[in-house]
């Protein structure tokens, strides 16, 4: 709506009229952006809940802007969204997570898999798995090494079909495939059975309440179910506190990610953190 696009970019309005005009401004300042290289990426480390060991890394965008410093992308993937930039950034952020799996590969660090969000109009263009070939080829990287991070909402647009084929070309590239943010959309558990996916991640939204609010732990409990009995993964997201670690122990044997493991980081960091947790 009208009233949410004004929050979402109040940050870029202050001299602005419209959101139309603001987000045309942002629009140029994103080519910019793209050739002026100001996209880095930071990663988070995924662990098994039981081991502790490591298995896999999401890659997060960030863009450095020279002038508002770093920003997060709620700050400006809704905009890039509505543009032609979405498979240039997606191409982008696809190189460079791959360039660093390459650099921990020949650093001999583990990683498990790399995780890549993708974006709803990157799989609409028909040029995503173009685009993860390419990398692979680049860097040598098999598909058993990258995750792809799709949203379960995708599968609720009007485009279904469409992102119904994408997904089933990276699927067949041999790309794993996690629906994200799962459970915020509807009719999920339905239709999960039928899609191309070798995981679940369970949203944050859930991890978050599931201590104070039952009913939020009982879909926890389902998720696990149902990702157990379709013989697919789960990743466990936004695990902030001991407390929701030792419940979600108790819940079975998967992956989580979250505050409590630790905070994204750039990739020297994340470079360490897996050296220490190596030794
Ligand atoms: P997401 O894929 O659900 O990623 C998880 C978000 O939760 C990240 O926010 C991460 O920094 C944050 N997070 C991690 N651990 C915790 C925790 O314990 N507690 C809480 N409260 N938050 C935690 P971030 O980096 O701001 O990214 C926001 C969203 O932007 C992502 O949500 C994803 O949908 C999108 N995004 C990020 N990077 C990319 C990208 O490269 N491409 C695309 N298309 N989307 C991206
Ligand atoms: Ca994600
Ligand atoms: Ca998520
Ligand atoms: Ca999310």
Redesign the pocket.
């Known amino acids: 709506s009208k009233e949410k696009g004004k929050d979402r970019y109040t940050f870029f309005r202050t001299d602005m009229k419209t959101d139309s005009e603001a987000e045309a401004k942002v629009e140029l300042e994103l080519h910019d952006a793209v050739k002026n290289d100001q996209f880095i ?2 990663f ?1 480390p995924q662990v098994n809940l039981r081991s502790q060991s490591i298995t896999g890394v ?4 960030r863009w450095e802007h020279p002038e508002r410093g770093l920003l ?3 700050e400006f ?1 809704p905009i890039v969204e509505k543009t032609s930039l979405a498979p240039v ?2 191409r982008i ?1 696809i190189d460079t997570a791959l360039a660093a799996a390459r650099h921990w590969l020949d650093s001999r660090l583990d990683f498990g898999r790399v995780s ?4 709803p109009s ?1 799989l609409a263009s028909g040029l995503l798995a173009e685009h993860f070939k390419e990398a692979m080829v680049k860097y040598n990287i098999g598909p058993e090494r990258i995750t792809a ?1 799709v ?1 379960e909402s995708v599968f609720l647009s009007d485009n279904r079909s469409g992102h119904l084929e994408a997904l089933e070309e990276l699927y067949d590239l041999g790309v794993h495939i996690e629906l ?2 799962f459970g915020t959309g509807y009719a999920s558990l339905t239709h999960v059975a039928d899609l191309p996916i070798n995981g679940l ?1 369970i ?2 939204s859930f991890t ?1 309440q599931m201590l104070q609010d039952p009913k939020k732990e009982a879909v926890v409990n389902q998720l696990i179910h149902l990702a157990r009995s379709l013989n697919i993964g789960i990743v466990c ?4 506190t001991e407390a929701q670690y030792d419940r979600l122990r108790m819940m079975g044997d998967f992956s989580i ?4 493991i630790a ?2 980081m750039t990739f020297d960091r994340m470079t360490d953190w897996m050296t220490e947790s190596a030794d």
């Open positions: 990426l930071v988070q999401e890659a997060l965008v997060s992308p709620a993937l950034l997606g952020v890549i969000n993708i974006s990157h991070e949203l994200d943010d991640k949203d944050k978050n997201e936004g695990v902030e990610q979250g505050y409590l905070r994204p």
